[in-house]
């Protein structure tokens, strides 16, 4: 079984940074969901690939957009998986979502989700 409780959304002001958390209960016998992965939707577009890693920590991957201004990583003590976001931009803005599934971009690949959490970044 897998359970995804997110937090950390609000509103920020361009420049600014946001810390996401997912705390992420999975359990032995779950299936294949090797992976953590982090999404967003804004109004009127398509759920969008940002970041997502091994639940081991080892490995990370991020989109283009994020490189270099998003971090994801896993809290042990916490058992959460995170996402710092440093130097937001309005383009920002959406719904994110946390994930676990087994990898890659699509998220068809992930068959448990969180609820979402809005975030959003003003000019």
């Known amino acids: 079984q897998v359970q995804l409780v997110e937090s950390g959304g609000g509103l920020v002001q361009a420049g600014g940074s946001l810390r996401l958390s997912c705390l992420a209960s999975i359990r032995t016998g779950s299936g294949s969901t090797y992976f953590m992965g982090w999404f967003r939707q804004a109004p009127g577009k398509e759920r969008e690939f940002v970041a997502v890693?091994?639940?081991?920590?080892?490995?990370?991957d991020y989109s283009d957009s994020v490189k270099g201004r998003f971090t994801i990583s896993r809290d042990n003590a916490k058992n959460t998986v995170d996402l710092q976001m440093n130097s937001l931009k309005p383009e920002d803005t959406a719904v994110y979502y946390c994930a676990a599934g087994t990898g890659g971009r699509s998220p068809s690949s992930y068959p448990y989700w969180g609820q979402g959490t809005q975030v959003t970044v003003s000019s």
């Open positions: 890693m091994r639940r081991s920590g080892f490995t990370r």
